[in-house]
């Protein structure tokens, strides 16, 4: 099913399935596929809101088959950062991990301080869902 709901927004796209041979390749011997590429630079936001601007979707997914687009009005979208990035880190990433431990909880703890910085700087408060 195709959803384009917070924060699955940006990959909305990108919701093709890894075959067995080429899973197994990735994660048990760390190769990538031949037919793998990327850029050969780093990516960021800039200029985003002038796409989104240009090109509004709103959020929200196909329900029981195609061409039935239902717009999602509680989940966030482009035009509120701090909406995105609250319910990216209180409600995605909590669900996921509700009561992480030791590495993981570093980890988290960090990656969501990134994706903070990377997101909404001085736009809104950082949350802190496992605590500072």
Known sequence: MFSFVSPRC???ADAGQLDM???CSFFQQS??????FHAN???SGDGDKIV????????GRNVSGVNNYVVNLTSADFSDECLL?????????????????GDLLT???????FFYNAITPGSC??????GE
């Open 10 to 12: 940006k990959t909305g």
């Open 21 to 23: 041979v080429t899973a």
């Open 31 to 36: 190769r990538f596929p031949d037919s793998f």
């Open 41 to 43: 630079d780093s990516g």
């Open 52 to 59: 989104f601007a240009a090109h509004p979707i709103q959020p």
């Open 85 to 101: 990035y609250n319910k990216f880190a209180n409600q995605t990433v909590r669900g996921l991990y509700p009561s992480p431990t």
């Open 107 to 113: 980890s988290l703890k960090a990656n969501l301080h």
């Open 125 to 130: 408060q950082e949350v802190f869902p496992y």
